[in-house]
C-alpha cells in the first residue's frame, strides 16, 4: 500500500510564518536596543573626556592663582562715588562673565583667550578688557559666537543659532536662595555668602580647594546639562520662573511638569533663555546647577527673585549624569541617587544651623563643601567612578 502525502495545513503555515516574523521583529528590536546602548556609552565616554579635560583645566588654574575660577566675575565697570553701574554693554562684561571663558589658556584655546584680552574688536571698535556683556549680540561681538568643542557634550543634539553653547556647568551647591546672586562688596553681601554658599563656585566668591574640607573626592566639581535650545518646551533643558515656596519646599518645582508629557505646564512661565545657551555668561541660570532635585529633574526660581532657585543637572546619556568631582575623577551619577526630602527648607540666614549637613541626601552631600557628610559606598549612593 503506497503511503499518501498530504499537504500541510495553511493554518499550520500561517502560524510558523508569523512565528517566524515574531522572532525576527524581537530579534530586529533587540539588535536596535544593543546599538544604542552601544552608541550612549560611546557618547557617555567621549563625554567623560570632556569632563576630564576641563578639571585638568581647572587644577592648572587654580596651581598658577592659588584658587579656582569665580563662578561669574570679570569687569564691573562701575565708576564715580557712589559707584554708579554703566548702562553701555560693550564698556565691561558687567561682572557676568563665565568662569569657563577663564580657563580657555588652560584648554589649549589661546586664540580665545588672546582676543578675550584684546580691547580692540573686529572693526577696531573698543570693548572692555575681558569682553563686553556676554548678552551683547554676537553680530557686535563675534567671539560669542565661537563654538569651543571642549564644552559640549556629543549626546545633545542642539544645534547652535546664534551664540557658542555649552553642556557643562559648575557645582552651586545645595543652596536655593541668593545662590546665583552676584555678591558685590556691601556688607551684607559680605556675610551672606557664608551661609548660602556651599558649592564649589559661586558668582564674585574665591573658593580655594583647601576650602573643600569634606574631601576632594566626595565635592562635585563640574557636571553636565541638557542644552536649553535643543526642545522648546523640554523641562530639562529650560528654567520656570515665580514659584512661590520654593525656598521652604524645593519639590514644588515638580509641580510644574505635566508628567504624561514630560514637559513643563502649558500655562507654567519660563525664562526666555535656556540653560548653557551662551558659554560666555556667568548668571548661574546658564552656568550653574545646584544638587538639590535629582539629575534629570526640573529647574525653576522663586516668585519675585530670579538670582535664587532650583537648577537641575541634566543629559541626554541614559538614566544619569557625568560629574568631575574636584579630585579629578568622573562619576557617572544615576537620577535615582538619593536626595533625601526635597520637601525640606534649603539653608539660608534664616537657619542659625547654617553648617548643618544637607537636607538633600547623598546628591545634596556630594555637592557641599564643607559640611563633614560622610558619602557612601558607590553601590549604595548610586553613581559609579571613572578614573
Not at 495545513?9 to 522572532?23: H, Q, V, Y
Not at 537620577?335 to 542659625?352: E, L, M, Q, V, W
Request: glycine share 10%.
Amino acid at each position: 500500500m503506497i503511503p499518501q502525502l498530504r499537504a500541510s495545513s495553511p493554518s499550520i503555515r500561517c502560524n510558523s510564518a508569523a512565528g517566524s516574523l515574531a522572532l525576527f521583529l524581537i530579534a530586529l528590536s533587540l539588535v536596535s536596543v544593543f546599538v544604542a546602548q552601544v552608541r550612549d556609552e560611546a557618547r557617555k565616554h567621549y563625554c567623560q573626556n570632556n569632563l576630564k579635560e576641563l578639571a585638568l583645566a581647572l587644577h592648572n588654574y587654580h596651581s598658577a592663582y592659588k584658587q579656582l575660577p569665580l563662578g561669574a566675575g570679570g569687569t564691573s565697570g562701575y565708576r564715580g562715588y557712589p559707584p554708579t553701574a554703566p548702562t553701555d554693554k560693550r564698556s565691561s562684561n558687567q561682572g557676568r562673565l563665565s568662569g569657563f571663558a577663564g580657563l580657555t589658556p588652560f584648554m589649549e584655546q589661546q586664540a580665545v583667550w588672546e582676543q578675550l584680552t584684546n580691547r580692540v574688536g573686529p572693526d577696531d571698535s573698543e570693548f572692555s578688557k575681558m569682553g563686553p556683556s556676554p548678552s551683547l549680540s554676537p553680530e557686535e561681538y563675534p567671539l560669542w559666537a565661537v563654538q569651543i568643542d571642549l564644552f559640549l557634550c556629543p549626546a545633545d543634539p542642539a544645534l547652535r543659532v546664534d551664540y557658542g553653547l555649552r553642556s557643562y556647568m559648575f557645582n552651586y551647591g545645595d543652596g536655593i536662595e541668593s545662590v546665583g546672586r552676584m555678591f558685590d562688596d556691601g556688607v551684607d553681601d559680605r556675610q551672606l555668602p557664608k551661609h548660602v554658599i556651599r558649592g564649589t563656585f559661586a558668582a564674585h566668591v574665591n573658593i580655594k580647594f583647601r576650602d573643600i574640607v569634606d574631601g576632594m573626592s566626595n565635592t562635585a566639581m563640574v557636571g553636565e546639562s541638557v542644552i536649553g535650545v535643543a526642545k522648546v518646551n523640554s523641562f530639562t533643558a529650560r528654567i520656570a520662573r515665580g514659584v512661590q515656596g520654593l525656598a521652604n519646599s524645593p519639590a514644588l518645582a515638580m509641580e510644574t511638569v505635566s508628567e504624561p508629557e514630560k514637559a513643563y505646564r502649558p500655562d507654567q512661565a519660563l525664562w526666555g533663555v535656556g540653560k548653557g545657551s551662551r558659554w560666555a555668561e556667568g548668571f548661574y541660570l546658564l552656568n550653574g546647577f545646584t544638587t538639590v532635585l535629582p539629575p534629570g529633574g526640573p529647574s525653576a526660581t522663586m516668585a519675585g527673585d530670579p538670582e535664587s532657585g532650583v537648577v537641575s543637572a541634566s543629559s541626554y546619556h541614559v538614566d544619569g549624569v557625568n560629574v568631575a568631582m574636584s579630585d579629578g575623577a568622573i562619576r557617572f551619577v544615576s537620577r535615582f541617587i538619593d536626595t533625601g526630602d526635597s520637601t525640606a527648607p534649603c539653608i539660608s540666614p534664616k537657619n542659625t544651623e547654617k553648617h548643618r549637613p544637607s537636607p538633600y541626601g547623598v546628591w545634596g552631600a556630594m555637592g557641599t563643601r564643607a559640611q563633614k557628610e560622610i558619602i557612601p559606598s558607590e553601590r549604595e549612593a548610586k553613581f559609579k567612578t571613572m578614573r
